[in-house]
T-cell receptor, first 121, second 114 residues
Framework: GAVVSQHPSRVICKSGTSVKIECRSL??????MFWYRQFPKKSLMLMAT?????????EQGVEKDKFLINHASLTLSTLTVTSAHPEDSSFYIC?????????????????FGSGTQLSVL | GNSVTQMEGPVTLSEEAFLTINCTYT??????LFWYVQYPGEGLQLLLK?????DKGSNKGFEATYRKETTSFHLEKGSVQVSDSAVYFC?????????????FGTGTRLKVLA
């Protein structure tokens, strides 16, 4: 099946610094990527949807200046947590959806990265 | 709004026991329903799905039936194995092609003991 690689799997940073998380589709072109956040014992919460070459669409309540999303190519999306604070500590997961060229309707199927555990001290 | 509620874990079972993980949903219209599984250190993988009422999704011995009258999509397996130990997520999908959104439950951790 399709593979999505997410790095790093775990990161610890100091308060006030920025952290970048990468999400790559290894064997397909992802026209759409999704970023989720999960708090302990809570649902996966959709943060934003990014389409290659255009600005990300953020869900209500998600600060776009804090969580910068870039989807510069069909195989790479990045999430940068800027000026991180302890309350940003969470598990972040990306998912990618193949485009029409992959034989699937856009967003028909989702393939997930393994997640990034962010701890802000 | 749309939401998914699934039973809290962890669920601990002995090998060959019967498994049920409950999932109910709230949605307008007729969403598609999914179960995803996350093995340790890996991303979520699609386990099974159902796209309309009374559909039964099945894979690897797991089954779930789309019950519109009870808005449920409970996951079952007749005889679990140690290798089934993972976190299971129930999800619904709303929208149309190109605008789909997935809404997930909290995940239920299953631990199967030998």
């Amino acid at each position: 099946g399709a593979v999505v690689s997410q790095h790093p799997s775990r990161v610890i940073c100091k308060s006030g610094t920025s952290v970048k998380i990468e999400c790559r589709s290894l064997d397909f072109q992802a026209t759409t990527m999704f970023w989720y956040r999960q708090f302990p014992k809570k649902s996966l919460m959709l943060m934003a949807t990014s389409n290659e070459g255009s600005k990300a669409t953020y869900e209500q309540g998600v600060e776009k200046d804090k969580f910068l999303i870039n989807h510069a190519s069909l195989t790479l999306s990045t999430l940068t947590v800027t000026s991180a604070h302890p309350e940003d500590s969470s598990f972040y997961i990306c998912s990618a959806s193949p485009g029409q060229g992959g034989g699937f309707a856009t967003n028909e199927k989702l393939f997930f990265g393994s997640g990034t555990q962010l701890s802000v001290l | 709004g749309n939401s998914v509620t699934q039973m809290e874990g962890p669920v601990t079972l002995s090998e060959e026991a019967f498994l049920t993980i409950n999932c109910t949903y709230t949605a307008t219209g007729y969403p598609s329903l999914f179960w995803y599984v996350q093995y340790p250190g890996e991303g979520l993988q699609l386990l099974l799905k159902a796209t309309k009422a009374d559909d039964k999704g099945s894979n690897k011995g797991f089954e779930a039936t789309y019950r519109k009258e009870t808005t449920s999509f409970h996951l079952e397996k007749g005889s679990v194995q140690v290798s089934d130990s993972a976190v299971y997520f129930c999800a619904l999908r709303k929208g149309t092609s190109g605008t789909y959104k997935y809404i997930f439950g909290t995940g239920t951790r299953l631990k199967v003991l030998a």
